[in-house]
């Protein structure tokens, strides 16, 4: 009988000290993980994801009007030179021979709502001739010039000011001719009734040689929206 209890005895005590070895349940054991909220990314992650993402490509402008000197007859160009008419080229376009910085083609009866044109784009080459032959090169800088109803027509004087001027984007790289992209919209003075634009081919100083001279030739001149 002795014996009996004391392997009673023993079995309860191992029991006991089972069940204290497991230890106390703890709060992430009292709380089933399926209800758990996911933690909210840091702002790096956020940054990081950002990043990742392909930029939205821009969205395409449509074509108000444009001059193709490709395809237009001379007399439909509408543009000419800045004292003097623009002349076509054998190679297709229309050419300008440049007497000095700042010329370029000339647009003198516009009569397009400033409102209607968002940018300008002009495609151009520009090169050296005379000498020994022809030379590409690029410009410094290509302005766009614009004149208002109200700041007078192109023809009675110069109604070109500098308060009134976009400088170009900087075109990528293209075989000869280059497009030039002016964005005008949100500029404070293109508004009301453009009356005149003006293209400034600004040459680079220094590469002229004895009886060579730059030469511009026209592609195509593009009001966009």
Same mark, same amino acid.
């Given at each position: 009988?002795?014996?009996? &209890?004391?392997?009673?005895?023993?079995?309860?005590?191992?029991?006991?000290?089972?069940?204290?070895?497991?230890?106390?349940?703890?709060?992430?054991?009292?709380?089933?993980?399926?209800?758990?909220?996911?933690?909210?990314?840091?702002?790096?992650?956020? $940054?990081?994801?950002?990043?990742?993402?392909?930029?939205?490509?821009?969205?395409?402008?449509?074509?108000?009007?444009?001059?193709?000197?490709?395809?237009?007859?001379? /007399?439909?160009?509408?543009?000419? /030179?800045?004292?003097?008419? &623009?002349?076509?080229?054998?190679?297709?376009?229309?050419?300008?021979?440049?007497?000095?910085?700042?010329?370029?083609?000339?647009?003198?009866?516009?009569?397009?709502?400033?409102?209607?044109?968002?940018?300008?784009?002009?495609?151009?080459?520009?090169?050296?001739?005379?000498?020994?032959? $022809?030379?590409?090169?690029?410009?410094?800088?290509?302005?766009?010039?614009?004149?208002? =109803?109200?700041?007078?027509?192109?023809?009675?004087?110069?109604?070109?000011?500098?308060?009134?001027?976009?400088? =170009?984007?900087?075109?990528?790289?293209?075989?000869?001719?280059?497009?030039?992209?002016?964005?005008?919209? /949100?500029?404070?003075?293109?508004?009301?009734?453009?009356?005149?634009?003006?293209?400034?081919?600004?040459?680079?100083?220094?590469? &002229?040689?004895?009886?060579?001279?730059?030469?511009?030739?026209?592609?195509?001149?593009?009001? &966009?929206?």
């Amino acid at each position: 009988m002795r014996a009996l &209890l004391r392997v009673a005895v023993c079995v309860v005590v191992a029991a006991f000290l089972c069940g204290c070895s497991k230890g106390a349940p703890t709060k992430d054991d009292a709380q089933p993980t399926a209800g758990r909220p996911k933690p909210k990314p840091s702002a790096k992650q956020d $940054v990081a994801e950002a990043a990742s993402k392909p930029a939205a490509k821009p969205k395409p402008m449509k074509v108000v009007k444009e001059w193709d000197f490709t395809k237009l007859e001379a /007399g439909k160009w509408e543009w000419t /030179g800045r004292g003097k008419q &623009l002349r076509e080229a054998k190679t297709g376009g229309a050419y300008l021979d440049l007497d000095g910085d700042g010329a370029g083609p000339v647009l003198r009866n516009a009569n397009v709502p400033a409102k209607e044109v968002d940018a300008v784009r002009v495609t151009f080459s520009l090169d050296i001739r005379g000498g020994t032959g $022809v030379t590409e090169v690029d410009p410094d800088r290509v302005t766009l010039l614009w004149a208002r =109803s109200e700041d007078g027509k192109p023809g009675k004087g110069w109604p070109f000011a500098d308060e009134r001027l976009k400088h =170009s984007e900087k075109p990528g790289p293209r075989p000869r001719a280059k497009a030039y992209r002016f964005n005008v919209a /949100g500029h404070p003075r293109w508004n009301g009734q453009i009356e005149g634009l003006c293209v400034a081919v600004n040459v680079p100083e220094g590469k &002229l040689k004895k009886g060579e001279r730059f030469r511009i030739i026209l592609h195509k001149i593009e009001l &966009l929206k």
